[in-house]
C-alpha cells in the first residue's frame, strides 16, 4: 500500500495525504495544464501535516493570483542573468550603456556572488550579504546599488514570465548611499580640472562638461556642427557610445583585447541619438549670458 489515490481528487482540487511506505505527509496541487495536454500538479511533502498544508495553500494562492512558476524550469542565477542579458534585454530594446552596466555587475559580482543559487531559492539575505562583501572589500555604495538594480530588474523579468513567484531583490536592503557621493565640486576643484585639463588634447570636453553639467556620453559625443558659436548655443544631440570591439584579423593576432587588434571591428555606432523627448528636440544650451 503506497498512496491512497481516493484522496487525489482528479477534477484539479488539491490532495493531502500520509503515504504509509515512507511515512511523510504529501500534497499535490493542480495549477494548470502541462504543453503535452496533462495536468500540471505540483508536489510538496514533509513530515508535518501542518506544514504540508500550509506549502498547498500557498502554491494554490499563487495558482489563484496567476503567479506559479512555469514547470520544469529550475534556472540558476548565473543562467537567467546570462539569457536576460543575451535575449531579453538586448539592445536595440535598451541602450548599449545601460546593457553594458548591466552585463559587469552581473559578470563581476553577481555571477561569482551568487550565480549558483536557483533563482526560485534566491533569500534577499543572499544579496545583502553580497553587497555587504563589496563593501568591505573596497566597492563604493553607488557600485553595489547598481549590482542591486540588475538583479532586481533581472528577477523582475523572470517573475513576469512567471519562473519566480517573489522577487528576493524588491525586499533585500542595497548599502545607503552617502549623499557626500554627489557633493559638487568646489570652485577650487573645477580651477584644478580645468588646469590639469589645459594640458590634454580634448581640454574642452571637460570645460563644457563642468559648465555645462552634461553626462560624460553627451560630452564626448559633441560635434562642432553643434555649436553656434555666432548664436551661443550649442545642441546636446548624441551621447558617446562606449565603444565594443571584436577582432578583424584572419590569422590570429594574439592581442588579448579585440580593442587592441590592428584590424579591429566596431561592433557598435559611435554615437546614438539622445533619447527622444515627445514632442521635442535634442535640448540646447545657451554657452555664454545673453548680456
Ligand atoms: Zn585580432
Given at each position: 500500500m503506497t498512496r491512497k489515490e481516493g484522496t487525489r481528487n482528479a477534477n484539479g482540487r488539491s490532495s493531502i495525504y500520509k503515504s504509509e511506505a515512507d511515512g511523510r505527509w504529501h500534497g499535490w496541487v493542480t495549477v494548470?495544464?502541462?504543453?503535452?495536454?496533462?495536468?500540471?500538479?505540483?508536489?510538496?511533502?514533509?513530515?508535518?501535516?501542518?506544514?504540508?498544508?500550509?506549502?498547498?495553500?500557498?502554491?494554490?494562492?499563487?495558482?489563484?493570483?496567476?503567479?506559479?512558476?512555469?514547470?520544469?524550469?529550475?534556472?540558476?542565477?548565473?543562467?537567467?542573468?546570462?539569457?536576460?542579458?543575451?535575449?531579453?534585454?538586448?539592445?536595440?530594446?535598451?541602450?548599449?550603456?545601460?546593457?553594458?552596466?548591466?552585463?559587469?555587475?552581473a559578470r563581476v559580482h553577481l555571477i561569482p556572488g551568487v550565480g549558483a543559487h536557483r533563482i526560485d531559492r534566491l533569500q534577499p539575505e543572499h544579496l545583502e550579504r553580497l553587497y555587504r562583501k563589496m563593501v568591505n572589500n573596497g566597492a563604493k555604495p553607488g557600485r553595489a546599488h547598481q549590482v542591486h538594480r540588475t538583479i532586481r530588474a533581472a528577477l523582475n523579468e523572470a517573475m513576469r514570465r512567471k519562473h519566480i513567484s517573489d522577487n528576493p531583490a524588491l525586499i533585500a536592503r542595497p548599502?545607503?548611499?552617502?549623499?557626500?557621493?554627489?557633493?559638487?565640486?568646489?570652485?577650487?576643484?573645477?580651477?584644478?580640472?580645468?588646469?590639469?585639463?589645459?594640458?590634454?588634447?580634448?581640454?574642452?570636453?571637460?570645460?563644457?562638461?563642468?559648465?555645462?553639467?552634461?553626462?560624460?556620453?553627451?560630452?564626448?559625443?559633441?560635434?562642432?556642427?553643434?555649436?553656434?558659436?555666432?548664436?551661443?548655443?550649442?545642441?546636446?544631440?548624441?551621447?558617446?557610445?562606449?565603444?565594443?570591439?571584436?577582432?578583424?584579423?584572419?590569422?590570429?593576432?594574439?592581442?588579448?583585447q579585440a580593442g587592441y587588434c590592428p584590424s579591429r571591428v566596431a561592433l557598435r555606432p559611435e554615437t546614438r541619438r539622445r533619447s527622444p523627448v515627445p514632442g521635442g528636440e535634442a535640448w540646447a544650451c545657451r554657452t555664454r549670458s545673453s548680456s
Open positions: 494548470g495544464v502541462k504543453d503535452n495536454g496533462k495536468p500540471d500538479r505540483r508536489h510538496v511533502s514533509g513530515k508535518d501535516k501542518t506544514k504540508v498544508t500550509d506549502k498547498v495553500r500557498k502554491i494554490e494562492r499563487e495558482r489563484d493570483d496567476g503567479r506559479v512558476r512555469v514547470a520544469g524550469q529550475k534556472w540558476t542565477v548565473e543562467q537567467w542573468l546570462n539569457h536576460w542579458l543575451s535575449t531579453i534585454v538586448a539592445p536595440p530594446t535598451i541602450t548599449p550603456n545601460a546593457h553594458e552596466a548591466y552585463e559587469v555587475a548599502p545607503k548611499v552617502d549623499e557626500e557621493e554627489v557633493e559638487p565640486y568646489s570652485v577650487e576643484d573645477v580651477r584644478r580640472i580645468l588646469d590639469a585639463a589645459r594640458t590634454r588634447r580634448n581640454s574642452a570636453r571637460w570645460a563644457v562638461a563642468l559648465a555645462l553639467g552634461l553626462r560624460q556620453g553627451e560630452a564626448l559625443g559633441l560635434m562642432w556642427s553643434d555649436v553656434d558659436l555666432d548664436a551661443g548655443t550649442l545642441y546636446v544631440m548624441r551621447s558617446r557610445v562606449r565603444p565594443k570591439w571584436a577582432h578583424g584579423c584572419t590569422t590570429p593576432c594574439g592581442r588579448k
